[in-house]
């Protein structure tokens, strides 16, 4: 996992900065934008489906099982996981779901229904709409993909609790914005509301959807 900034984080942070006070508040705190950032297509979607509502330190654990149980592969291909029993995919800590997920997506990407290559050419919504076809994948999972697999600049998950608690936090709102009330304060963030949602992050003592710790500033 590689830590670096996308070629357009000097225009970010400028506009940013220009367009919207309490960003650049935030940025004076955190520092450069330098989002972690996962080269990985396959591998990363089934880390995310093995990650999905277990603590960390759990899921790594199966995650390391599962690629273990595939001897001599660095990582496993989407023919190798369709080949490997279900049962074999339990013993490492799977459950009969994320079994089912897992292969789903080891068929569609085999099947060259998800074709990671073609991805440079979509919109960000035609890549959230190929990527939930697979089952286990929600619009969420989607969302973080494009922004630390493919670093896509405009991305907004108006869904992450963290986003929602940073913004009413900062702006100084009663409650945890709506999604709408999120999308509407997002448009001064365009068009780089992924930048702006990992300030917000960074704003707050949480750890990232990209596994690191964010330090209280």
Known sequence: MATSSPHYSRAAIAHL??????????????GPYQPARRPERF????????FQQLAGRAAQTIFDR????FEGARFP????????????MRKVGLSRQKTIYIKD????????????????????????E???????????TAEMFLMFNLWRPDVLPVDDLGVRNAAMKVYRMRKPPTA??????????????????????????????????????
């Not at 900065?17 to 955190?30: F, G, H, K, L």
């Not at 591998?43 to 093995?50: P, S």
């Not at 709408?180 to 509301?193: A, D, F, H, M, V």
Request: no cysteine.
């Open 17 to 30: 900065r220009r367009a919207d006070p309490v960003m650049a508040r935030i940025i004076e705190q955190v």
């Open 43 to 50: 591998h990363a979607l089934v880390r995310a489906i093995v």
């Open 66 to 69: 599962f690629v273990a149980a």
């Open 77 to 88: 291909t989407p023919a190798q996981v369709l080949a490997m029993p279900d049962e074999t």
């Open 105 to 128: 997506l080891a068929a569609h990407v085999a099947g060259d229904l998800l074709n990671f290559r073609r991805f440079r050419w979509m919109t960000d919504e035609e890549i959230i």
């Open 130 to 140: 190929h990527l939930t076809m697979v089952k286990g994948i929600g619009r969420w």
């Open 180 to 217: 709408k009330r999120l999308r509407q304060l997002g448009e001064q963030w365009r068009p780089y509301r992924s930048v702006a949602t990992w300030y917000l992050w960074r704003s707050m003592a949480i750890t990232l959807p990209d596994g690191r710790p964010s330090p209280r500033q």
